[in-house]
């Protein structure tokens, strides 16, 4: 039987899971990501570690990566990542020759994308946009059941469109990024602004210590009844779907598919995004207002994806 992993390596951690043809996550191992100001070989080194525990000793026949970053059109390099130390890596032949297996390369939203459309919430629907919530924000444009890559493979780099001018800093060096106001980042941002002013949930999970907070940790609270936490998904979901009301109003898809990490809170999440995708969606009295729905493979879309590519690299 043969062995196909996806890698999703992400801001924070990086997930490797062996995917059966049907998409079945067998088993999974997690790492750290050591962060953007240290020395790729580190994060690279994560990887390895994280494929070897889920090979357990077996032949791999194919790593799929899916990486939280802008990927060249080739599908070899990882021009730029926000939150990772990869520019211009060509890191596809050198995983390649490590690992001693085929490795195929594309951005983490594109291969979510890929698993939605064909195994997914998105199955059997020609266009659509996925958003992925994770450290920051990524995305992709299905057409005619196809992810559109553009001229240099960067598109739906969804994350970094400015939507408040002169806003936060963003790690991709601009400030007011969508991403900084809704994303995995935002949320715990929000979340230990609150902790400490009254006695909540969120304080007891913490400890009182405004850095303990996790992303985790908050929708724990918010369900919790956490009005912190609560107050904290609001706002992260009531962002997203002004992002994605500028989104449909570019691309009139079919569908909206929301994964990664976040999206694990679900309608914590998806309820208030919806309410703002109707309110600022021009024309929304007068046309389709597309669903907004949970990505089927949820966190694992990325690595369920990456494993597809490498069972067509393969």
Avoid at 64 to 92: N, S
Avoid at 112 to 124: I, K, R, V, Y
Wanted: hydrophobic share 45%.
């Amino acid at each position: 039987m043969s062995l196909h992993i996806g890698v999703d390596v992400g801001g924070t951690k990086v997930l490797a899971g062996e995917v059966d043809a049907d998409g079945t996550v067998r088993r999974t191992a997690r790492r750290a990501t050591p962060g953007r100001r240290v020395d790729a070989a580190l994060v690279e080194q994560a990887l390895t570690e994280a494929v070897a525990e889920v090979a357990d000793g077996r032949r791999v026949d194919g790593v799929g990566l899916a990486a939280a970053g802008f990927v060249d059109a080739a599908g070899e390099r990882v021009m730029f990542a926000p939150h990772l130390p990869w520019q211009g890596e060509d890191v596809r032949d050198r995983l390649a020759e490590r690992w001693g297996t085929v490795v195929a390369l594309d951005n983490d939203a594109n291969c979510a994308a890929l698993a939605e459309g064909a195994l997914g919430a998105a199955a059997g629907v020609e266009d659509f946009l996925l958003v992925t919530m994770g450290t920051g924000i990524g995305g992709a444009v299905v057409i005619g059941g196809r992810v559109h890559r553009g001229t240099n493979g960067m598109a739906g780099e969804f994350g970094h469109a400015q939507v408040v001018p002169d806003g936060h800093a963003c790690e991709c060096g601009g400030a007011g990024c969508w991403e900084q106001y809704s994303s995995g980042n935002a949320l715990v941002r929000l979340a230990r602004s609150g902790v400490g002013r009254e006695a909540t949930v969120l304080d007891e999970l913490c400890g009182g210590d405004p850095e303990a907070v996790v992303g985790p940790m908050v929708t724990e609270a918010a369900e919790r009844g956490d009005r912190v936490a609560a107050a904290a998904f609001a706002s992260v979901g009531d962002w997203l779907g002004v992002g994605i009301a500028n989104l449909v109003a570019a691309f009139d898809p079919a569908l909206v598919v929301v994964g990664g990490g976040v999206s694990a809170a679900d309608d914590l999440l998806l309820d208030p995004a919806r309410r703002a995708l109707t309110r600022s969606l021009v024309g929304a009295a007068h046309r389709t207002v597309p669903e907004v729905v949970r990505a089927r493979f949820g966190p694992e879309a990325g690595i369920v994806g990456g494993a597809m590519l490498a069972r067509r690299r393969a």
